[in-house]
């Protein structure tokens, strides 16, 4: 069973940055694409950026330049680091682990932008 546990969300003014943190248990880990979505208020929820387990990263259009996504496979774990932070970034953003068959989400964490 696989458990993914998020932190790092809160309130930011705009052009602010944070850096979320995904910790995942299970032994998968390193095999795994790990993602982070988001899903703002009566939207669906969107990949913002993913990343495979020897390093490959892909980033949305409208993320790309601000938003960082990292992995420590050592330590399971995949981080978020958001710069140049605007209102329309704020949403829940959830962590997510795909593997052939396995789709695990975390309960995710609110990101605010706003002055």
């Known amino acids: 069973q696989v458990q993914l546990v998020e932190s790092g969300g809160g309130l930011v003014q705009p052009g602010g940055s944070l850096r979320l943190s995904c910790a995942a248990s299970?032994?998968?880990?390193?095999?795994?694409?790990m993602g982070w979505y988001r899903q703002a208020p009566g939207k669906q929820r969107e990949l913002v950026a993913d990343?495979?387990?020897?390093?490959?990263?892909n980033n949305v259009d409208s993320v790309k330049g601000r938003f960082t996504i990292s992995r420590d496979n050592a330590k399971n774990m995949v981080f978020l680091q958001m710069n140049s932070l605007s209102p329309d970034d704020t949403a829940v953003y959830y962590c997510?682990?795909?593997?052939?068959?396995?789709?695990?989400w975390g309960q995710g964490t609110q990101v605010t932008v706003s002055s």
């Open positions: 990343i495979t387990g020897d390093g490959n990263t």
């Open positions: 997510n682990l795909r593997f052939l068959a396995y789709n695990y």
């Open positions: 299970g032994g998968i880990f390193r095999l795994a694409v």
